[in-house]
Nanobody
């Protein structure tokens, strides 16, 4: 069974950085396509970044230039490097293995002002 797991969330000050990790396991081999979403209470899911199996990465307008999604094939892991974090980036971040309709449990990111 395919499973997805995120890690790396936490509390950081305004302007700080965090790196989230997403790992897929089970009957799956990389490279695989991932989307990072985030959600705040009362709001819809917002697409943050996407890395396809092949081709270019994509970013949401609100994180363009601050976040970077990348792949480590050796470790079968997708990273989301988040720099210059702002209070409005506070959310639960989810990793979505969208070709398999699998989601992780989410990881909380809190940016203090």
């Amino acid at each position: 069974q395919v499973q997805v797991m995120e890690s790396g969330g936490g509390l950081v000050q305004w302007g700080g950085s965090l790196r989230l990790s997403c790992t897929a396991s089970g009957f799956i081999s990389g490279p695989y396509a991932i989307r990072w979403y985030r959600q705040t209470p009362g709001k819809q899911y917002e697409l943050v970044a996407e890395i396809p199996r092949r081709g270019s990465t994509k970013y949401g307008d609100s994180v363009q230039g601050r976040f970077t999604i990348s792949r480590d094939n050796a470790n079968n892991t997708i990273y989301l490097q988040m720099n210059d974090l702002k209070p409005e980036d506070t959310a639960v971040y989810y990793c979505n293995l969208y070709e398999f309709a699998k989601w992780g449990q989410g990881t909380q990111v809190t940016v203090s002002s």
